[in-house]
């Protein structure tokens, strides 16, 4: 790498850092604003994951000048964090235009992604654009029935990302129900580290959707990914809900979704999170700031044994406030049935997290 490149490198890391301190500090002064959002600009994927149930195989992209106006309403609300998900975003066209203009409103960008559409070229142009952070999921090191998001797939994007990628990079490996080889995760958090990525583990819902403990090899393997992933600044640190869920233990927090935490589909409609949704499915122009006052204190029952980290990362700010209170829901869309899906596990934690 040449020393420009490595001084604007290390001079972005330090913006990053900077604007995470920021971000904390305004969380903890203040309780209005939402602190981090998920947006959908497709729906469609190029992948078929057999336990996902967040992507379609024929939604087009939703049109520039809809994102535009979903991104401003989150400005208007003071939302921080802005991330693009999917499905998979990549599909989407005009994706660096929605990037650059999250970008515009100095709210921070980052991307979930399955990696397969990278080159050097889309990666320069997400650089360009503005984008912050970037998250794969990589489930195993050699393609299955299960999934295909897979190291011997990737690993020629991880090196394209390590090579050109001026945002942080993070690579989440899973544990727990389903996956059949732990030593994968071990073996893909091994390489992000030596690619001088960032890696993250997380640990999913047995086929059943149960919380089930991890077995002893799966916890010494959590714990030394836990550990590589400890040298960056991240809210994981101060967060055991993962701890617990590897030991088949219900958490105990407080759900803000709805409040500091939006979901906004690819329909426009907001809702507490992508294994709720459906609730409360309310238009985000119609969405308004009693919305969220109200969501921030009403008690989600789903809470103990729920696996959305990024939902649970960001409540860390909160905790320390009042209790919530059980409250009647808001009245629900009758067109929008309650979903609940088994998503992808993951973890955004790179996204609230400073270098
Ligand atoms: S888990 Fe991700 S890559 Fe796999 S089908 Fe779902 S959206 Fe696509
Ligand atoms: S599933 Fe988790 S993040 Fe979603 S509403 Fe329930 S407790 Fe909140």
């Avoid at 299960?146 to 394209?160: G, N």
């Avoid at 219900?250 to 500091?260: M, T, Y």
């Avoid at 939006?262 to 409609?269: P, T, V």
Wanted: glycine share 6%; net charge positive; proline share 5%.
């Amino acid at each position: 790498m040449n020393v420009l490149k490595a001084i604007r490198r290390r001079a972005l890391a330090h913006y990053r850092t900077y604007r995470g301190v920021r971000f904390i500090v305004e969380g903890l002064l203040s309780s209005r604003h939402p602190l981090l959002a998920h947006l959908i600009p497709i729906r469609r994927c190029n992948l078929s994951c057999a336990y996902c149930n967040e992507y379609d195989d024929h939604s087009q992209p939703v049109p520039l000048d809809l994102l535009f106006s979903r991104i401003d309403r989150l400005a208007w609300f003071g939302t921080r964090v802005i991330t693009i998900s999917g499905g998979e975003p990549l599909l989407h066209p005009e994706l660096d235009h929605v990037i650059r203009h999250i970008h515009r409103h100095r709210i921070t960008t980052g991307l979930i992604t399955n990696g397969y559409l990278l080159t050097a070229d889309r990666i320069q142009g997400l650089n360009r654009a503005g984008l912050e952070y970037l998250q794969i999921s990589i489930d195993n090191v050699m393609p299955d029935q299960v999934s295909k998001k897979s190291l011997k797939v990737l690993d020629k994007k991880l090196e394209l990302l390590a090579e050109h990628a001026d945002f942080h990079v993070n690579i989440n490996s899973v544990l727990g129900g389903g996956v059949n080889n732990p030593q994968d995760a071990l073996v893909i958090a091994r390489r992000a580290v030596a690619l001088g990525l960032g890696t993250t583990v997380g640990v999913i819902h047995d086929g059943s959707g149960q919380l089930r403990p991890l077995s002893p090899q799966e916890q010494s393997i959590y714990l030394q990914i836990h550990h590589m992933g400890k040298r960056r600044l991240s809210f994981a640190r101060f967060n055991n809900f993962q701890g617990d869920i590897a030991h088949g233990r219900s958490h105990q927090w407080r759900c803000r979704a709805g409040s500091r935490y939006l979901y906004i589909c690819e329909d426009g409609l907001v809702h507490y999170c992508s294994q709720q949704r459906g609730y409360p499915a309310i238009p985000l122009q119609e969405y308004t700031l009693e919305h969220l006052r109200r969501e921030y204190t009403t008690e989600k029952s789903c809470a103990p044994h729920c696996t959305v980290s990024c939902v649970q990362q960001v409540a860390i700010i909160d905790n320390w406030r009042a209790p919530q209170r059980v409250m009647a829901p808001l009245p629900r869309r009758p067109s929008a049935p309650l979903v609940q899906v088994k998503s992808e596990l993951r973890d955004p934690t790179e996204v609230v997290s400073a270098d």
